[in-house]
């Protein structure tokens, strides 16, 4: 897939809102923690690939320092080939706490340069099975190389485009148009909101000349109206509740609805059907968080962890007694822990940047051999809470012989309890737990493939081999 369009850097400011200014009857927000993740095109290009294995994303790019992090932050995802830009990266930061946005400052004044498409940007789009165009109104959609280049290939691979009111018309070769309800009135203009979603979509339809207009309408679904067939209403499906408190975080829906519906259409599937798949990851995206559960803590920011214990504590419990003493924010999640990967560092490094001081509830010996199996854990439970503590993102770690960390938590009484995001409420009987005591539960989205498991499994899958090689038959030395 090859997403092409605007990206931006969005970076959300959260804290907390307990006082009025001294100095004007204006609230004092107290910032907790800086993250940042990518936005508009690049967003959805990370997106992309959680349903395909290869996406290349065509995007204006500037050299400054909010360009190379963006660029950084994507290419953990999928490949860059940038265009150029004119001005400098824009840049939205939400300043919010769990219960609502307060405000949204907007920065830079980036546009696509006019330059000729290059040859790299050439090689992509030529090899494209599917394309996913996010207008974000910065000048991508108006660049006419690039434009008449998209279009080209539109009759032999599905274009779905994503528009936005201050881009250009979609192409009428097509295959989908994703407006919101509100994007579909500002296209037709004044008057059109008194139109059902239905007829909107048919006049969209004669006005951009495409095959067919999918207009998403959030907890409504989505209204299909494609060239020669009947209008469908997709409804939302029943999908799990979202683990954060507060308002439901809808940005970045658009973008999961069209990229989701593009990977589809890319595998053979109908309109209807990829809109169907595009409303179901659309609403478990924002149930699980929305673009605000993706963001990455700032490491370049200024970290809240001002209050971290000098020393480290070997009891969990005292440890939580002075982070409260010191007014500062108790930070734990949990896990086996087995053979710590990389994923386990990112969702350790994440969950620190959340608070002043992290514990982790750890699975003991015989905690893990009841959820995992025989031949589990590989270290016993010594050896991960050392493991565990040389970490600098670890503060203490506390290990619970039950199947979950409840009875350690009501004890902990965490302000975050943080878990991967392949968790869903379902899975965390313990959320109930740390809610009554006043914390708040968030997923951290998982980093790459990587499981304990799988490691075993590949390790197991060598053992032949390296015996063979090391001419050790069943009964040598080094099994």
Known sequence: ????????????????????SPEAPVPVFDADSVRVRPGGAALAAVLAARDVDDVVLVTAVAADADGRRLVELVSEHCDVVPLGLSGATVTKTRIRTDVQHLLRIDSGDGTTASTPVTSAVERALNAADVIVVADYGRGTTRHRGLRTLVASL????????DPHPRGATPEPECALVTPNLREAYGALGGGSEALVPA????RLLGQWGTRAVAITQGSGGATVVERG????????????VTLR?????????????ATAAAAAL????????????????????????????????????????VRRPTERCSDARILADRVRAAGGRLVATGGCFDLVHPGHLRLLREAAALGDALVVCLNSDESVRRLKGAGRPVLGQDARAAMLRELDAVDAVAMFDEDTPSRLLERLRPDVWVKGGDY?????????????????????????????????AAIESQREVFRDRAGLGFEGRNP
């Open 1 to 20: 897939m090859v997403v092409v369009g605007d990206s931006l850097l969005d970076v959300d400011l959260e804290g907390h809102v307990e006082r009025l």
């Open 154 to 161: 539109a009759t032999d691979v599905p274009l779905v485009w």
């Open 199 to 202: 007829e909107a979509g048919r």
């Open 229 to 240: 067939h009947r209008v469908h209403v997709v409804p939302v499906p029943e999908v799990p």
């Open 245 to 257: 408190t507060g308002r439901l975080d809808t940005c970045g829906a658009g973008d999961r609805f």
């Open 266 to 305: 890319g595998g053979g599937a109908s309109v209807t059907e990829a809109v169907a798949v595009a409303v179901d990851h659309a609403s478990r995206f924002v149930s699980a968080g929305g673009a605000g559960s993706m963001a990455t803590a700032d490491r370049g920011a200024a970290s809240r962890r």
């Open 424 to 456: 869903r409420s379902t899975d965390l009987p313990e959320a109930e737990t740390v809610r009554r005591n006043g914390g708040e539960v968030r997923t951290i989205p998982t980093f790459g493939d990587y499981s304990t498991t799988k490691v075993v």
